[in-house]
């Protein structure tokens, strides 16, 4: 149930028109002509994950500390971010076998990590058996789908690796370029914990390194001397324009919004789209907002489909997408500028498809297919079936405006969605004990196997997912 397309939502940020983010990447009609060298470039990000994981790539979700480890931790290959093919980056050149189960990576000679060790086959080894043994005591670490049937690695010399998998795994290619499979140097996995790069003792062989990270409060990273192997597509071909780069913590968005304002921050960073006024009143200000759409999942809401909820019925999940008016919901909530949704990934994802006619807004539809299902109307505006009215149960953290247009939007065909305030704890026990029907969610990758790390019960790592799963799967 998709509302809006999530790459605007997702990765929106609110930057000076002054400012040059050396070693970060702007779009080209932000970069000036003259270079700006040295200083600090000062981003605020509405919070942080500590509830689920922090830094340690094999595990990270949230897009912004994804962001943060671009510029620490590089990858075997990247990806370009106009054509979406994959292209060199630590590896030079890459084989693999039919039936996508054996991949052979040529790597450069000429890399190290910041600690002074080398970056080899033997690193690239000991990364993945290292995330393969993490699986162990962590199951439903995020990166386990860009892995899945994962075998082993061998060291067929110093600068070659081939990796091998059990069964055919046609998108690890395209995971190589994301953060998740980062290679960290071997120091990170000999002396470390895995709390102990959650918390950020991590090595890397990028522009940056980590100094600092005090959960909830401020990350650090510090340029780093001499790096000079960025991907074909990075501008900057040597060390990072920046001295170093500040992340701070601020919740709120209009707070993020006012240090931007007032000089305090460079990137106002939100995780949330910016309302019209918001939108308008920063326009006003003369800052500039830059946005893009990012590959991935779209900014959707998924419903339980267990047994004993009311979206188990295909007829009911039918009705309630053809409720909600997806052009009304983008244009009052977030203005007339912002796209609408009009499928289950972004446009910008690898062999997108519009599927806009499913999502088309049909009230006389879904009042039709409840009609059949013997869902009536009461004499309150809900709808009836025995006696038990059409509820639906959605816990939220905040009320939000769309979230209350949503839930008008669905009246109007008899649908009674309450709005259940809950703590993040109390959020999270929910979804696992399988205690609500809606669950927002979205994700990033430039793959549509992103697909796959939210419905695949192998990846989701909920007891009440999987059951769900094979029963709707297919409406």
Not at 82 to 111: C, K, M, S
Not at 407 to 412: G, I
Not at 414 to 436: C, H, K, M, Q, W
Request: net charge negative.
């Amino acid at each position: 149930m998709n509302f809006t397309r999530r790459g605007f939502n997702r990765l929106s940020g609110v930057i000076l028109a002054s400012v040059v983010a050396g070693g970060l990447s702007l779009p080209a009609q932000a970069q000036p002509a003259d270079i700006q060298r040295g200083g600090a470039l000062k981003i605020a990000f509405r919070s942080d994950n500590t509830g689920l994981v922090s830094l340690d790539p094999f595990q990270v979700y949230w897009i912004e500390h994804r962001s943060v480890l671009r510029a620490v931790v590089d990858q075997l290959t990247d990806q370009d971010p106009e054509t979406g093919e994959i292209i060199p980056w630590l590896a030079t050149r890459w084989e693999l076998n039919d039936d996508a189960t054996q991949y052979t990576f040529y790597l450069r000679d000429d890399v190290t990590f910041s600690n002074g060790e080398k970056f080899n086959a033997e690193a690239v080894k000991l990364s993945f058996d290292s995330n393969i043994a993490l699986l162990k005591e962590l199951p439903t670490a995020f990166g386990k789908s860009y892995i899945d049937g994962y075998k082993s690695s061998e060291v067929i010399d110093e600068y070659t690796v081939r990796v091998n998998f059990s069964v055919p795994n046609a998108a690890f290619l395209q995971a190589t370029s994301t953060t998740n499979l980062g290679i960290l140097a071997p120091a990170s996995y000999k002396s470390s914990t895995i709390r102990d790069r959650n918390l950020g003792k991590i090595i890397g062989s990028g522009p940056f390194t980590l100094e600092e990270y005090s959960p909830e409060e401020r990350i650090v990273l510090k340029r780093r001397a001499g790096y000079a192997w960025p991907s074909k597509v990075g501008e900057n071909k040597g060390e990072a324009y920046l001295d170093e780069i500040i992340v701070s913590y601020i919740p709120e968005s209009s707070n993020r919004v006012g240090s931007v304002i007032a000089g305090e921050v460079d990137i106002a960073w939100p995780r949330d789209p910016f309302t019209n006024e918001d939108y308008n009143y920063i326009i006003g200000k003369g800052l500039s907002i830059i946005q893009r759409s990012i590959p991935g999942i779209t900014e959707s809401i998924y419903p339980n489909v267990n047994y004993d909820r009311p979206f188990s019925s295909a007829e009911v999940r039918q009705a309630f997408q053809k409720a909600i008016d997806r052009k009304s919901y983008a244009a009052t909530i977030y203005g007339k500028h912002f796209p609408v949704a009009e499928g289950v990934i972004e446009p910008s994802t690898l062999y997108y498809k519009s599927q806009s006619e499913g999502l088309a807004h049909d009230p006389e539809g879904a009042a039709r297919i409840l009609e059949n299902a013997g869902w009536l109307p009461g004499n309150d505006g809900y709808r009836y079936r025995d006696g038990k009215k059409l509820t639906v149960v959605y816990p939220i953290t905040e009320e939000k405006p769309g979230d209350v247009l949503i839930q008008d939007q669905v009246k109007q065909a008899g649908f009674e969605l309450i709005l259940l305030p809950v703590t993040a704890g109390d959020a999270n026990a929910r979804y696992v004990s399988g205690n609500y029907d809606l669950q927002r969610g979205v994700l990033t990758r430039g793959d549509p196997a992103v697909i796959q790390s939210h419905s695949d019960v192998r990846y989701s790592g909920s007891a009440v997912t999987k059951k769900s799963f094979y029963r709707g799967i297919a409406a």
